[in-house]
T-cell receptor, first 111, second 115 residues
Framework: SQQGEEDPQALSIQEGENATMNCSYKTSINNLQWYRQNSGRGLVHLILIRSNEREKHSGRLRVTLDTSKKSSSLLITASRAADTASYFCATITSGTYKYIFGTGTRLKVLA | DTGVSQNPRHKITKRGQNVTFRCDPISEHNRLYWYRQTLGQGPEFLTYFQNEAQLEKSRLLSDRFSAERPKGSFSTLEIQRTEQGDSAMYLC?????????????FGPGTRLLVL
């Protein structure tokens, strides 16, 4: 079963607005990663946040991590139509090599 | 192009046939992963190689699935006696470990349809 669960499952916003999506996980982790997948294609790595970090920025992306709540959020500011994609969080349980991806948030940015 | 490549990109087969997919990782990456993804779901871990050694395999993987990575370079994933439930996108990813933290680079995937 998937460890990561994202919410919302789907999100539709206007260009220029901010998009926030959340991820929850179940076990101890070394890091949490966010990936983007455009329709029918492979995944692209967006950002990695380590378990001892609370917040990280990369361009228009802001990620937070709360290990006490086992949750993370991804904020995309000033969204663009090109941000339309599915977004997945991925975690790896300490001591294993098995990455667990969530079910994803499907983001649609309307021009 | 030095990204991860996968072949074929699409495969249609009849139930009961065997299929084999190939993944060529980024050359300096020692880690290689296979995933399966069905519509509307996230990638599901299948197996992991470090160099040529297969170090982890999903318990969900039946005996019909086998993967190899000879010489620690390219990898193949074979599905024997395919079933309709095997229809999915098969993704390969490679990475290089950096002090326990890594970024996976994904290939474009092989889309399998079992009739």
């Amino acid at each position: 079963s998937q460890q990561g669960e994202e919410d919302p499952q789907a999100l539709s916003i206007q260009e220029g607005e901010n998009a926030t999506m959340n991820c929850s996980y179940k076990t101890s982790i070394n890091n949490l990663q966010w990936y983007r997948q455009n329709s029918g294609r492979g995944l692209v790595h967006l950002i990695l946040i380590r378990s001892n970090e609370r917040e990280k920025h990369s361009g228009r992306l802001r990620v937070t991590l709360d290990t006490s709540k086992k949750s993370s959020s991804l904020l995309i500011t000033a969204s663009r139509a090109a941000d339309t994609a599915s977004y997945f969080c991925a975690t790896i349980t300490s001591g294993t090599y098995k990455y667990i991806f969530g079910t994803g948030t499907r983001l649609k940015v309307l021009a | 192009d030095t990204g991860v490549s996968q072949n074929p990109r699409h495969k249609i087969t009849k139930r009961g046939q065997n299929v084999t997919f190939r993944c060529d990782p980024i050359s300096e990456h020692n880690r290689l992963y296979w995933y399966r993804q069905t519509l509307g779901q996230g990638p599901e871990f299948l197996t992991y190689f470090q160099n040529e050694a297969q170090l982890e395999k999903s318990r969900l993987l039946s005996d019909r699935f086998s993967a190899e990575r000879p010489k620690g370079s390219f990898s193949t994933l074979e599905i024997q006696r395919t079933e309709q439930g095997d229809s999915a996108m098969y993704l390969c990813a490679s990475s290089f470990d950096r002090e326990g933290h890594e970024t996976q680079y994904f290939g474009p995937g092989t889309r399998l349809l079992v009739l």
